[in-house]
């Protein structure tokens, strides 16, 4: 089972990314899914989180109004719409989900997003 993040990268404030998150060798269609983020010298924090089916979504305050977690189960693959990116939100982005058989806890390797002034 592996999950591999991309969509990162630089963008100035103000700008948008999308970032997606697919998962081989385990269906999702099941389970929840979840972002964390990382900043440098801090811990690791959990941005948002949407159900099996995609039909309920919780984000962070400090992501609210501006984040949209989604999830296409045929594509076996979750995303994360950020827009109105604030200098703040630089951190590498990480996804998580319990997968497989047994079912254990993985981690994407992340993805870098970077937000200049």
């Known amino acids: 089972v592996q999950l591999v993040e991309s969509g990162g990268g630089l963008v100035q404030a103000g700008g948008s990314l999308r970032l997606s998150c697919a998962a081989s060798?385990?269906?999702?269609?099941?389970?929840?899914m979840h972002w964390y983020r990382q900043a440098p010298g801090k811990q690791r924090e959990w941005v948002a989180t949407i159900n099996s089916g995609g039909s309920s979504t919780n984000y962070a305050d400090s992501v609210k109004g501006r984040f949209t977690i989604s999830r296409d189960n045929a594509k076996n693959t979750m995303y994360l719409q950020m827009n109105s990116l604030k200098p703040e939100d630089t951190a590498v982005y990480y996804c998580?989900?319990?997968?497989?058989?047994?079912?254990?806890?993985?981690w994407g390797q992340g993805t870098q997003v970077t937000v200049s002034s």
């Open positions: 998580n989900a319990w997968l497989g058989s047994p079912v254990r806890l993985y």
């Open positions: 060798g385990s269906s999702i269609s099941v389970n929840a």
